[in-house]
């Protein structure tokens, strides 16, 4: 029931910033955790961001100081901003849903991040 629609990517130089948004539909009252991860080619699968019901946010140490993760319940929204952006941080950006269920999981199509030097 839940969807979830990534928005935002683009290209960007290095040092620049993007705002990403996870527009979230359907049974949001199920959703325990919403996060943010990336992809690049040949590369893993990598956790960047997290919140929970009540707001509480991490960040991976890995982009901690740069990337911000926050939520906008009135658009239903959940947002990354990433600041001071890096070549490195070209991927492929997902944002995940995660409920009380075995089966409350949810993943997003995902939106290309493009960072020049």
């Known amino acids: 029931q839940v969807q979830l629609v990534e928005s935002g990517g683009g290209l960007v130089q290095a040092g620049g910033s993007l705002r990403l948004s996870c527009a979230v539909s359907?049974?949001?009252?199920?959703?325990?955790?919403i996060g943010w991860y990336r992809q690049a080619p040949g590369k893993q699968r990598e956790q960047l961001a997290a919140i929970d019901r009540s707001g509480t946010a991490n960040v991976a140490a890995s982009v901690k100081g740069r990337f911000t993760i926050s939520r906008d319940n009135a658009k239903n929204t959940v947002l990354l901003q990433m600041n001071s952006l890096k070549p490195d941080d070209t991927a492929v950006y997902y944002c995940r849903a995660v409920g009380i269920g075995p089966h409350d999981d949810v993943w997003g199509q995902g939106t290309q991040v493009t960072v020049s030097s």
């Open positions: 359907g049974s949001t009252f199920s959703i325990d955790v």
